[in-house]
């Protein structure tokens, strides 16, 4: 079976919607990325990989109800789908695997 490939970003992406489940919205998305990766984070990049995601059958995603403010717009709420996590999962499982075969010599640096 064919590895399902996730880019860092999407990766993030990813992840951020598992973290805020009932309230992953583009926006609490944006944020939650930036407040934890200490990097800007734009919303329209999170929008696409949203959107990417979503094609690619990692997210689904649904109107939620209209904010209280009048007015107020609905927001689009994603989700992680069975395809997302077996991506995540298949990503940490690559991610470890790989470091585990990191000999620890590697990180004992000597002072020059």
């Not at 309230?23 to 984070?41: D, L, N, P, W």
């Not at 919303?43 to 990989?49: C, E, G, I, L, N």
């Not at 499982?93 to 470091?99: D, I, V, Y």
């Not at 590697?106 to 020059?112: A, E, G, L, N």
């Given at each position: 079976?064919?590895?399902?490939h ?16 009932e ?19 734009n ?7 949203l ?10 995603s649904?109107?939620g ?5 009048r007015?107020g717009?609905?927001?689009r709420i ?5 395809i997302?996590k ?19 010599v ?7």
């Open positions: 079976m064919e590895r399902l996730l880019g860092e970003f999407e990766e993030l992406v990813l992840l951020t919607v598992g973290v805020l489940y309230e992953a919205y583009a926006v609490a998305i944006t944020k939650e990325i930036a407040e934890q990766s200490k990097r800007s984070v919303v329209s990049a999170v929008h696409k990989s959107y990417r995601l979503e094609e690619k059958g990692m997210l689904k649904a109107l109800e209209a904010e209280s403010k007015g717009k609905r927001k994603f989700s992680i789908t069975p997302g077996k991506a995540l999962d298949e990503s940490l499982e690559l991610r470890n695997k790989l470091r585990s075969r990191i000999p620890e590697v990180f004992k640096w000597q002072m020059v």
